[in-house]
Structures are given as structure tokens and as C-alpha cells.
């Protein structure tokens, strides 16, 4: 009975995670969208006030679209960007499920730029649970330097990977 509980709990557990991650990314993809329209608008604005025509203006944005230029190919990266991060937290999420039913318990901050951001090089090496990590943020938490950019893993200590699927 209580290895059911804690299989319900942690299923419970996963399937809030993944309600997170999916809130998290929503959240950044509707604020770089705000953003850009907010960009667009005042871009807009100014060159009506400097005398460009409609015409004119809708030239200089489709070719920016075309070109992938300075306004277009930013909101590109971005969203690039946002997708990039929300795949890494994705695997970050189903490697902590399979340490979790591994009952896996230490981790250590492993640094994989060769030029790491000067908090998470500070982290370099430390060890701890998971709770310890989440208390204090996880690589790409947003809680460094690096933000969503880093590339920062938890690894698990003595974690070996699931080896029954290669049992014959």
C-alpha cells in the first residue's frame, strides 16, 4: 500500500510539473509576443512621425520579415530561444522522474560551457538533493546570470541509467 501511495503521489507530482513547464512557456511565448507588438507599434509611431508613408512603412516591415532583419529576426530568436529552453526543461523534468523512481537522492552542479556565467561557476561542483537545488534555483531557472540560457545539469550521484531494458 505504501509504494501505491508514493507511485499516485509522484504521478501526482509529474503531472503538476508538466502543468508548470507548460504555464512557463505560454507565459514567455505571450510576453514576447506583447513585447514585439508593443515594438511594432512605437516602431510604427515613429516613422509616421518622421513623414514615411503606409506604403513606405509597409515596405520597410515586409523586407525586415523577408530578411529576418533587426524587428523580425529578433521576435525569430526569441521565440527560438523560448522553444530551445522549454525542450531543455522538458528533459530536465523526465531525467528528475526517472531519478525520483530510481530513488535517487544527491545531485552535483556540473557546468557544461566552457565559459560559465559567474553564478553557475560558483555552483560548479556543489552537491545536494534536489529540494537543496529547487530551494536555491536549478540551472535554467532564471536564477543566474544566465537565465534561461544555461546549460547547466543536476547529475545524479551513483545514478547508473536504467539498465532493464537492456536485460534479455
Not at 37 to 55: C, E, F, P, V
Request: some cysteine; proline content about 2%; charged content about 20%.
Amino acid at each position: 500500500m505504501p509504494e501505491e501511495k508514493r507511485t499516485v503521489t509522484q504521478t501526482v507530482l509529474e503531472a503538476r510539473r508538466t502543468q508548470v513547464l507548460s504555464i512557463i512557456i505560454a507565459n514567455q511565448l505571450s510576453t514576447i509576443a506583447a513585447q514585439t507588438t508593443l515594438d511594432l507599434q512605437g516602431l510604427i509611431s515613429t516613422m509616421r512621425a518622421n513623414g514615411m508613408s503606409s506604403a513606405a512603412i509597409r515596405e520597410v516591415l515586409m523586407s525586415d520579415l523577408a530578411a529576418g532583419g533587426r524587428f523580425f529576426g529578433a521576435f525569430r530568436n526569441a521565440i527560438k530561444n523560448t522553444v530551445r529552453s522549454g525542450v531543455r526543461m522538458a528533459a530536465s523534468r523526465g531525467s528528475q522522474s526517472a531519478y525520483a523512481k530510481a530513488n535517487i537522492r544527491e545531485f552535483v552542479w556540473v557546468t557544461v560551457s566552457s565559459k560559465p556565467c559567474p553564478d553557475c561557476d560558483g555552483r560548479a561542483g556543489e552537491k545536494g538533493t534536489m529540494e537543496y537545488f529547487e530551494m536555491i534555483g536549478t540551472p535554467g531557472s532564471g536564477f543566474s546570470v544566465c537565465q534561461g540560457n544555461c546549460h547547466c545539469q543536476l547529475e545524479a550521484i551513483g545514478y547508473r541509467g536504467d539498465t532493464s531494458l537492456t536485460r534479455a
